[in-house]
């Protein structure tokens, strides 16, 4: 999965269009968990407590939310009568958990960014990237931040602003450039909307590059 020809970009894509149309019509709403998460406290590493309470406006982090296109890649897309629109009844949960995606083939060839039909997965050079669940659901969502790792991941590009990357296509280099007010308003909104259910999957790193003389895949 180094890189991928046309050829190999191709058969990816149809593969997507199957795996996807038949899924979107199969996925359903994942309910709501149980708690509010939104003013339970949550555990630090060393067991201390801290608040995930939202001190910003949700009013207008729904504004910031809408206009900054958060809900471009974390919204799954769905087939309506004017083609592709975001699912709302899923809104923010990320990519669905139950839509497996085919690998696309390693290949020679300079690299593209592809995405799949829901617009939440993606693959590049950092391999395949899934957008997240950003709702308020304790288990799969963002029940369990705080709005300070909130502010530190699109500050540093950091998973709960201190473990793995943010990998593309999350534009957090252009989050980051917020006021800490705007960062408080959006998280205080992703903290107002459903928790929903809907667990989504790892990262997939790239594969290593083909050896010098090795076959091309596909």
């Known amino acids: 999965m180094s890189a991928f020809r046309k050829r190999g970009m191709g058969a990816w894509s149809g593969l997507l269009i199957l795996a996807v149309v038949p899924a979107l019509a199969a996925c359903q709403q994942a309910g709501p968990s149980g708690a509010d998460s939104a003013t339970d406290p949550a555990a630090t590493a060393d067991g201390a407590a801290y608040s995930t309470a939202a001190s910003g406006d949700p009013e207008?982090?729904?504004?910031?939310v809408t206009v900054t296109g958060c809900h471009d890649c974390h919204t799954p897309l769905q087939m309506g009568?004017?083609?592709p629109q975001p699912d709302m009844a899923r809104q923010l949960s990320?990519?669905?958990?139950?839509?497996?995606?085919?690998?696309?083939?390693?290949?020679?060839?300079?690299?593209?960014?592809?995405?799949?039909?829901?617009?939440?997965?993606?693959?590049?050079?950092?391999?395949?990237?899934?957008?997240t669940n950003l709702t308020p659901d304790q288990n799969?969502?963002?029940?369990?931040?705080?709005?300070?790792?909130?502010?530190?991941?699109?500050?540093?590009?950091?998973?709960?602003?201190?473990?793995?990357?943010?990998?593309?296509p999350m534009p957090?280099?252009?989050?980051?450039?917020?006021?800490?007010?705007?960062?408080?308003?959006?998280?205080?909104?992703?903290?107002?909307?459903?928790?929903?259910?809907?667990?989504?999957?790892?990262?997939?790193?790239?594969?290593?590059?083909p050896a010098p003389g090795d076959p091309p895949a596909g």
């Open 60 to 64: 207008r982090g729904r504004y910031l």
């Open 81 to 83: 009568p004017q083609g």
């Open 94 to 131: 990320g990519h669905p958990q139950d839509l497996v995606m085919p690998e696309p083939p390693a290949a020679v060839g300079p690299w593209v960014w592809h995405g799949a039909g829901t617009n939440t997965a993606f693959a590049g050079p950092w391999g395949i990237s899934y957008a």
């Open 140 to 168: 799969t969502g963002m029940g369990i931040w705080s709005e300070d790792m909130f502010v530190r991941a699109m500050r540093t590009g950091r998973h709960m602003g201190q473990s793995r990357q943010i990998l593309p």
């Open 172 to 209: 957090w280099q252009n989050l980051a450039q917020a006021t800490d007010e705007d960062l408080a308003d959006i998280f205080a909104y992703l903290r107002s909307i459903p928790p929903l259910s809907n667990r989504v999957p790892e990262p997939v790193p790239p594969a290593e590059a």
